[in-house]
């Protein structure tokens, strides 16, 4: 069976994506896939391998996309300025890609070299950031595990609606990062005692 003239892997993954974004990432499967680009699931099947590789896909291009958020926001200083920068991007892409967000932990293997590569990247980008601070190799990669499950927290939270009092969320948001930020300034406070 010949591919269809005008689909291709990236057309299918944009697809995936906005209808991540708009429904959430369980609503593609491969069949409301090939609905929305009006063919036949087996058509996919000339770009794709299955589902698998669909979900696998996705968590790639949304890492590589939040990744590219962070990169166009980063400042290029370091320390408190670029933790700021950094967490108010991550929380306003997941706000902007809620589904493709929800899709980078929902690789089928996430030990997967490609996987890895893509969410290394991010890593690296903010222990850059943290380069400033007095923090061993293991303390910066501490650091960078609390700073992502405070913004994945929040966002989460946030997504499902679970900000209900009359608080504005920005103003909540960036009191928590203030909060990581004097946390790590005291690090930095006693190291030099």
Request: glycine share 6%; aromatic share 6%.
């Given at each position: 069976?010949s591919p269809?003239?005008?689909?291709?892997?990236?057309?299918?993954?944009?697809?995936?994506?906005?209808?991540?974004?708009?429904?959430?990432?369980?609503?593609?499967?491969?069949?409301?896939?090939?609905?929305?680009?009006?063919?036949?699931?087996?058509?996919?099947?000339?770009?794709?391998?299955?589902?698998?590789?669909?979900?696998?896909?996705?968590?790639?291009?949304?890492l590589k996309?939040?990744?590219?958020?962070?990169?166009?926001?980063?400042?290029?200083?370091?320390?408190?300025?670029?933790?700021?920068?950094?967490?108010?991007?991550?929380?306003?892409?997941?706000?902007?890609?809620?589904?493709?967000?929800?899709?980078?932990?929902?690789?089928?293997?996430?030990?997967?070299?490609?996987?890895?590569?893509?969410?290394?990247?991010?890593?690296?980008?903010?222990?850059?950031?943290?380069?400033?601070?007095?923090?061993?190799?293991?303390?910066?990669?501490?650091?960078?595990?609390?700073?992502?499950?405070?913004?994945?927290?929040?966002?989460?939270?946030?997504?499902?609606?679970?900000?209900?009092?009359?608080?504005?969320?920005?103003?909540?948001?960036?009191?928590?990062?203030?909060?990581?930020?004097?946390?790590?300034?005291?690090?930095?406070?006693?190291?030099?005692?």
């Amino acid at each position: 069976m010949s591919p269809r003239v005008g689909l291709d892997t990236e057309t299918i993954i944009k697809t995936a994506v906005e209808m991540a974004d708009n429904n959430g990432v369980d609503s593609v499967t491969l069949s409301s896939l090939a609905k929305q680009l009006n063919i036949r699931p087996p058509s996919l099947y000339n770009h794709i391998e299955g589902l698998d590789e669909l979900k696998k896909e996705l968590a790639i291009h949304g890492l590589k996309k939040l990744y590219q958020s962070l990169v166009e926001a980063d400042t290029h200083d370091k320390g408190d300025l670029a933790v700021r920068t950094l967490a108010l991007a991550y929380v306003h892409f997941v706000r902007l890609h809620p589904g493709l967000y929800e899709a980078t932990f929902q690789a089928p293997d996430m030990n997967d070299p490609d996987v890895q590569l893509a969410g290394s990247k991010i890593v690296d980008l903010v222990v850059d950031a943290l380069s400033v601070y007095p923090l061993k190799k293991d303390e910066a990669l501490h650091a960078v595990r609390g700073l992502r499950s405070i913004l994945h927290g929040f966002s989460a939270i946030e997504q499902q609606g679970g900000f209900g009092l009359p608080l504005d969320v920005d103003v909540s948001l960036n009191f928590i990062i203030d909060s990581f930020i004097r946390g790590l300034d005291m690090e930095e406070d006693e190291n030099k005692r």
